[in-house]
């Protein structure tokens, strides 16, 4: 069992960043794949990031390429999204998301999911 608690999110103008973090609770988290989605009003849930169980391998969708970067520190349990130069059609909430084995774009194969993190953008 993993639990998931994401944070870091907020109101931004255009251009601004932030960064998101997700602490996971247990003591395997360095077994898991990470994946960063993201679901705007009206619209289906969308992958932004994923990153392998180590850290050697990411993904990053094509509208946050070049802006956002995930990555991990297993020690501490933890998983980033730095995002920069945001843009109001980047608001919508993020969640972080757990699976076993390689990460997959698919939000269907991950098994655990944290409560989800607000970000507007104005612009």
């Known amino acids: 069992q993993v639990q998931l608690v994401e944070s870091g999110g907020g109101l931004v103008q255009a251009g601004g960043s932030l960064r998101l973090s997700c602490a996971a609770s247990?003591?395997?988290?360095?077994?898991?794949?990470m994946g960063w989605f993201r679901q705007a009003p009206g619209k289906q849930r969308e992958l932004v990031a994923a990153i392998s169980s180590g850290g050697s391998t990411t993904k990053h969708a094509d509208s946050v390429k070049g802006r956002f970067t995930i990555s991990r520190d297993n020690a501490e349990n933890t998983v980033y999204l730095q995002m920069n130069s945001l843009a109001p059609e980047d608001t919508a909430v993020y969640y972080c998301?757990?699976?076993?084995?390689?990460?997959?774009?698919?939000?269907?194969?991950?098994?655990?999911w944290g409560q989800g993190t607000q970000v507007t953008v104005s612009s």
């Open positions: 998301a757990a699976k076993r084995g390689y990460f997959s774009v698919s939000s269907r194969e991950y098994d655990y």
């Open positions: 247990g003591r395997t988290f360095s077994s898991y794949s």
